[in-house]
């Protein structure tokens, strides 16, 4: 999972692994926009710092990102990506991440954004 800076290889090598609808549920991936992308020098592989609006009810949450392959951080305000936002956080260096923006690697190893097709409203669950 490229996006989660040092992720343990071995939490994935099982990916039939079944889990419970309940732990599923409990897993709330939600829509959100884009409003700003910097650059993350200080991470120790290549990242963004991200700002995401979830809407009213969740606010704007900031998320690390290792998307720089594919993205330009200017490019990136205004879309809407999918992230999940009730992992806690995890502090990055001097960034803090509050939650987990989603990505599916490319034959290559490089994330590409997983987003809805449509826009949608800031703060919208996963179904």
């Known amino acids: 999972m490229p996006c989660v800076p040092d992720f343990p290889a071995d939490k994935m090598e099982n990916p039939m692994a079944e889990i419970s609808f309940d732990d599923f549920l409990a897993v709330d991936i939600r829509a959100g926009t884009i409003t700003d992308a910097r650059p993350f020098p200080e991470a120790r592989k290549p990242a963004f710092k991200l700002w995401i609006d979830f809407g009213p009810k969740i606010g704007v949450k900031q998320s690390s990102a290792q998307i720089t ?15 999940v936002v009730n992992l806690g956080t995890r502090q990055i260096g001097p ?13 290559a190893g490089r994330v590409v954004l997983l987003a809805p097709d449509h826009e949608v409203p800031n703060g919208g669950r996963m179904h």
């Open 69 to 83: 392959e594919h993205y330009d951080p200017a490019a990136l305000i205004g879309r809407q990506v999918m992230a």
């Open 95 to 107: 960034f803090r991440s509050e939650v987990l923006t989603l990505g599916v690697a490319d034959a």
